[in-house]
């Protein structure tokens, strides 16, 4: 079974999508294997973020992802990394497709509603970080 490392972001929870974006998952047959509401340090962020610290949209990014808690949740399934990308959608939300959590629910580029591993050795690295 594969891991995937997501969370919904502080614009997803302020909006009270925690429990869309959770059944999502779970209609997907995915488990949830840990979960947790919590506001991340400045310290996590930036390990989180470690390859974008350098550009000129990280400290904006960092504010944003600081700005309140994010529901931190260990997801397991088959192949799950690639369901979640297919569910999550692209990151520009001016082009996700209607019927992925992007596409449904996402604001701007910054305020997406989630994060998603990107592959298993992210998903390793994103869980040890969290959990």
Do not use: C
Request: proline content about 5%.
């Amino acid at each position: 079974m594969e891991q995937s490392l997501v969370f919904i972001k502080p614009d997803g929870v302020e909006r009270g999508l925690v429990g869309e974006v959770l059944s999502r998952f779970e209609k997907r047959m995915i488990q949830v294997k840990r979960a947790e509401l919590r506001q991340l340090t400045p310290e996590e962020v930036d390990s989180h973020y470690e390859e974008h610290v350098s550009k000129p949209f990280y400290p904006s990014l960092k504010e944003y992802i600081l700005s309140g808690p994010v529901f931190l949740m260990v997801l397991e399934a088959e192949n799950v990394i690639s369901i979640i990308r297919t569910m999550v959608g692209v990151t520009n939300s001016a082009e996700a497709a209607p019927g992925t959590i992007r596409g449904d629910f996402a604001l701007t580029m910054q305020n997406n509603i989630v994060h998603a591993s990107d592959s298993p050795e992210s998903a390793q690295r994103e869980i040890s970080n969290f959990f």
